[in-house]
């Protein structure tokens, strides 16, 4: 599967961006999509996950309750909204999809070495 992600920008502190990760060459459904952000010096860490049906969604600490993941199985797209950003949300954004059982799920649905399939990134900043 080939991942595309888009929608990241420059926003003031408080804004809001939405995210989207565009799927092709693969039947999308077969896939659970996380997303993961990287900050300049600093290793890649998880931000939100998401089921392949989309019935369930998990979130990092840092980002509950601000955050909301979403995917349209039928358009084969998952979107990341983005609200009450701070300069703490600064980063690359990478979405990534793989293929779990349900306890390897579980277990490893924040690892990044748990997805296979990863899309090249999108630039969010957010300034004061």
């Known amino acids: 599967v080939q991942l595309q992600a888009s929608g990241g920008g420059s926003v003031q502190v408080g804004g809001f961006l939405r995210l989207s990760c565009a799927a092709s060459?693969?039947?999308?459904?077969?896939?659970?999509v996380a997303w993961f952000r990287q900050a300049p010096g600093k290793e890649r860490n998880f931000v939100t996950a998401i089921t392949w049906s989309g019935d369930t969604t998990y979130y990092a600490d840092s980002v509950k309750d601000r955050f909301t993941v979403s995917r349209d199985n039928a358009k084969n797209t998952v979107t990341l909204q983005m609200s009450k950003l701070g300069p703490e949300d600064t980063a690359v954004y990478y979405c990534?999809?793989?293929?779990?059982?349900?306890?390897?799920?579980?277990?490893?649905?924040?690892?990044?070495?748990?997805?296979?399939?990863w899309g090249q990134g999108t630039q969010v900043t957010v300034s004061s």
């Open positions: 060459g693969a039947t999308f459904t077969k896939y659970a």
């Open positions: 990534a999809a793989g293929q779990f059982n349900g306890i390897s799920y579980y277990a490893s649905r924040d690892s990044p070495e748990a997805y296979d399939y």
